[in-house]
């Protein structure tokens, strides 16, 4: 097992298993280094395909993985590292979502015809497998974040209305990226998220899982990510605008967010420079 844990060769010849590289020792030249460690996503892809495809920058990725924090040469695009305010989740409790799906109006799956399946109704699935179906998909989705918002939802449980496959899918299972969202309140068309709140945070009266609490705050995946209009700032909310940015500088990952001025610099710039900022030197303090 130590043999395993400290080289990272997992070679069990009763298995035939022989992986390299599934455990690594975190480097820690610097504070950075390690953080941009333990932020990385390595994917199972091949690195001697020379394909475009898995390497190139998804629109997806917006705001869940950073857009310059690559390796250059043969593993780019294939390692990739997390944004800053990611959070990976990890898998909830199923059955109590099941219910309240059948409790918002879910016809059970069991005692439907095939015509019924086809009478325009949307399909409702929880975690790929099929529940039965909702007449009024919106109103469903409307109901099922309200509340999640009031906390009697897991914050992680996610709801999306497609209207190509006409389905709505709730996702509670691990292994989803997904970001905190500032909520814009319909009625005033102005951020939950006040200066007398802020003011709170700063002043150490509350924290953030408050704010999750009180529904100023949701976590959106890539997903539920589709039914969103999200404004990068508060000048930019319009009639239609469902959540704002809690920053902008949250699209970027925890080395590339230490960049000044990102925006003003040539693309490949940045990516050179979250290679070399986990090289520098750590110091240990300030004089």
Known sequence: MQQAIST????????????AGVSQQLTRL???????????????FEKTRKVSGPR???????????PSDTPEGEACGLVKNLALLTHVTTDEPVEPVRR?????????VETLTGEEFNSGSYLVLLNGSIL??????EWFAQCFRHLRRLGLVGEFVSV????????????????????PLV??????????????????LRAGTRDFHSMLAEGCIEYVDVNEENNCLVALTESGITIDTTHTEIHPVTILGAVSGL??????????????????GKQAMGIVAYN
């Open 183 to 200: 909520l814009v309140d319909p009625a005033t068309r102005q951020p939950r998220v006040t200066d007398r709140l802020i003011a709170d």
């Open 56 to 66: 190139a920058l998804q629109p997806s990725q917006w705001g869940m993985l950073c």
């Open 100 to 108: 309240l799906a059948m409790d918002l109006g879910t016809e059970d």
């Open 160 to 179: 999306y209305v497609d209207d190509v496959q006409k389905s709505v899918q709730l996702a509670s299972d691990g292994g989803r990226v997904c970001r």
């Open 8 to 19: 990272g060769n997992w070679t069990l010849k009763r298995f035939r298993m022989d992986r």
């Open 30 to 44: 610097s504070y950075i280094s390690a953080l941009g460690m333990m932020t990385r996503v390595t994917s199972q």
């Open 259 to 276: 960049i000044p001025y990102p925006h003003h610099n040539q693309s490949p710039r940045n990516t050179y420079q979250c290679a070399m």
């Open 132 to 137: 039965g179906v909702h007449r009024r998909p």
